[in-house]
């Protein structure tokens, strides 16, 4: 099974950090990403811009709006696919990101939300 792994941040607190104090912290996070890539089980890892659009269908016509879909006080910063047995199997590989490793994470709003995802064979 497959998982997608979104990591949210709290953007204020994030933004009042200098740029030395948030290099330092991405250091720290290097070795937790490394061990998380090392479990065998990380498909995809990547960061997520801040930049948003909005797609929708309006009176038959396609809108673009910009911004989030709903207004949160934690942003999306990143974004992994895993692959494991179960959720719990998830959850355990997942305690591996730098998200709930690095200490100030928790002063920063960090966390990961889990969710189960299903692929499609685009193949026609």
């Known amino acids: 099974m497959k998982y997608l792994c979104l990591g949210y941040l709290n953007k ?8 030395d104090e948030v290099d330092d912290i991405m250091l720290e996070c290097q070795p ?18 801040e930049e948003v659009k909005s797609l929708r269908r309006v009176d038959g016509e396609i809108e673009v709006g910009t911004g ?18 179960n959720i719990e199997k998830a959850v355990q590989i997942a305690s591996l990101h ?14 990961i939300e889990i969710r189960a995802i299903d692929s499609f064979d685009l193949k026609e």
Do not use: C
Request: hydrophobic fraction near 40%; charged fraction near 25%; proline fraction near 2%.
């Open 12 to 19: 204020e607190k994030m933004d009042v950090l200098q740029k």
């Open 32 to 49: 937790h990403l490394k061990e998380l890539y090392n479990s065998g089980h990380v498909l995809v890892d990547t960061g997520v811009g």
């Open 68 to 85: 989030q879909l709903t207004q949160l006080e934690k942003i999306i910063g990143s974004a992994f696919i895993l692959e494991a047995e």
């Open 98 to 111: 730098p998200t709930v490793q690095v200490s100030r994470g928790e002063q920063l709003g960090w966390e």
